[in-house]
């Protein structure tokens, strides 16, 4: 696996937009189909988004479609997921992950620490 470090996460008024960033060292993501997953407090962790290697192919869980949207910048070694209309439902801790390229859905790796997302009403 690659190690990668999630950021960009904060507090923020339902409403509004965040954007989070995968970066990755050592390695390079270019090569991988990448996700984002979330976990809120007290639920199991669940898809939000993924993308191809190439990134013209993205997913979307039916929560967060029309609302989010994932990039990556493979010269920069990292995937995004820009956030916007957020609703208090949306607080988790976020996590990137490659994911198979037969189940979009589907964890490759290990979890990173992920970043803490928390919407207010």
């Known amino acids: 696996q690659v190690q990668r470090v999630e950021s960009g996460g904060g507090w923020v008024q339902g409403g509004g937009s965040l954007r989070l960033s995968c970066a990755a060292s050592g390695r390079t993501l270019s090569t991988y189909a990448m996700g984002w997953f979330r976990q809120a407090p007290g639920k199991e962790r669940e898809f939000v988004a993924s993308?191809?290697?190439?990134?013209?192919?993205?997913y979307y869980a039916d929560s967060v479609k029309g609302r989010f949207t994932i990039a990556r910048d493979n010269t920069k070694n990292t995937v995004y997921l820009q956030m916007s209309s957020l609703k208090p439902e949306d607080t988790a801790v976020y996590y990137c992950?490659?994911?198979?390229?037969?189940?979009?859905?589907?964890?490759?790796?290990?979890w990173g620490q992920g970043t803490q997302v928390t919407v207010s009403s």
């Open positions: 992950n490659a994911v198979n390229t037969g189940d979009y859905q589907r964890d490759r790796w290990s």
């Open positions: 993308i191809s290697w190439t990134g013209s192919r993205t």
